[in-house]
């Protein structure tokens, strides 16, 4: 349960925040759209190093309802080699820009482990939502410069790091560890003054397939936070290699792995495919509406 630091009470679950003047409403859950501006993520990989099909890309998703914009300039797939902080902008300023200049009214956030990559980008664009995969364990700055920023962050959960993190990852409880680490983190990040976490499980960061759908199966133990849980499964392993397939085939996994996740609370899906999620999303709610009335 997240605490006040300054009266020691207990706090109201926030169902809005706001990325600069865009306010964020999560009374239903929404959609963000992944926008991988990298030649070599898993799925996506260098489809979006031209401007007017990143342009075209962005339009689609939003035509099919995204409420916010997930833009990422480094890969974190497993085995995923770190490339510089110069790389990392140099692929992401004229991406943002170009997006916020054809669809300015649309939120963004910025898929990234580094502050100074925070502070860049919101430099040239004003305020974005900043999701990072480690958890502010790859930077031990990230925290305070969020606090700083006054911007909303996206806790990821991890263990170890993209290049090693698959290499036979071990939890004696899985949902139990991952939770301690959200309970340790949200409070440092408290601490710092922020005041608009999402957390994220991290599916894929860390775990095995027994480990990650342990967490899908259990996914409402997070509610106990009051935070906004996203959950990111598009096209992972976990989906394709349970089935058999591969990731070009795997929508329709994704699919219902995402419609799970809605029955167990999330509040924000990351997603490739937007109309599908979307889609999703609508049904979960006529559901959710007939247990009300």
Same mark, same amino acid.
């Given at each position: 349960?997240?605490?006040s630091q300054?009266?020691?009470?207990?706090?109201?679950?926030?169902s809005?925040?706001?990325?600069?003047?865009e306010?964020?409403?999560?009374?239903i859950?929404?959609v963000?759209?992944i926008?991988?501006?990298?030649?070599?993520?898993?799925?996506? /990989?260098?489809?979006m190093?031209?401007e007017n099909?990143?342009l075209?890309s $962005?339009? =689609?998703m939003?035509?099919? /309802?995204?409420s916010?914009?997930d833009?990422?300039? $480094?890969?974190?797939?497993?085995g995923s080699?770190?490339?510089?902080t110069k790389t990392e902008?140099?692929?992401?300023?004229?991406? $943002?820009?170009?997006i916020?200049s054809?669809?300015?009214g649309?939120?963004?956030?910025i898929?990234?482990f *580094?502050?100074w990559?925070?502070?860049?980008?919101i430099?040239?664009?004003?305020?974005?939502? $900043? =999701?990072?995969?480690?958890?502010?364990?790859?930077?031990?700055?990230?925290?305070?410069?969020?606090? *700083?920023l006054k911007?909303?962050?996206?806790?990821?959960?991890i263990?170890?790091?993209? &290049?090693?993190m698959?290499?036979?990852?071990?939890y004696?409880d899985? #949902?139990?560890?991952?939770?301690?680490?959200?309970? @340790?983190?949200v409070?440092r990040l408290?601490?710092?003054?922020?005041?608009d976490?999402?957390?994220?499980? /991290?599916?894929g960061?860390?775990?095995n397939?027994?480990?990650?759908? @342990?967490?899908?199966?259990?996914?409402?133990?997070?509610?106990?936070?009051?935070l906004?849980v996203?959950?990111?499964?598009s096209r992972?392993?976990?989906i394709?290699? &349970?089935?058999?397939?591969t990731p070009e085939?795997?929508?329709?996994?994704?699919t #219902?792995?995402?419609t799970l +996740?809605?029955?167990?609370?999330?509040?924000?899906?990351r997603v490739?495919?937007?109309?599908? &999620?979307v889609? +999703?999303v609508?049904?979960f709610? @006529?559901i959710?509406?007939?247990?009300k009335?």
């Open positions: 349960m997240l605490i300054s009266t020691g009470k207990f706090l109201k679950r926030k809005k925040f706001n990325i600069g003047n306010e964020i409403d999560l009374t859950p929404i963000m759209g926008v991988n501006v990298t030649p070599d993520s898993f799925y996506d /990989g260098g489809k190093e031209d099909v990143l075209a $962005v339009e =689609n939003i035509e099919d /309802g995204v916010i914009l833009i990422g300039g $480094v890969s974190t797939k497993p080699q770190m490339v510089s902008l140099e692929r992401l300023i004229p991406a $943002v820009q170009a916020r054809h669809f300015p649309v939120p963004i956030s898929d990234t *580094r502050p990559v925070a502070v860049q980008i430099d040239e664009i004003g305020p974005v939502m $900043v =999701n990072d995969i480690s958890g502010g364990s790859l930077d031990s700055k990230m925290f305070e410069t969020i606090g *700083r911007v909303p962050y996206v806790l990821c959960h263990q170890g790091t993209p &290049a090693t698959q290499d036979e990852p071990q004696e899985v #949902v139990k560890e991952v939770s301690n680490y959200f309970s @340790e983190r409070k408290t601490k710092f003054g922020v005041e976490i999402v957390i994220d499980p /991290g599916f960061f860390g775990k397939l027994d480990h990650n759908y @342990e967490l899908l199966n259990r996914l409402d133990s997070f509610k106990v936070f009051q906004p996203l959950v990111g499964m992972k392993s976990m394709w290699k &349970a089935l058999e397939i085939t795997s929508l329709n996994g994704t #219902v792995a995402n +996740a809605l029955m167990g609370g999330a509040d924000i899906l490739h495919d937007v109309k599908e &999620a889609e +999703a609508k049904l709610c @006529e959710k509406a007939t247990i009335k």
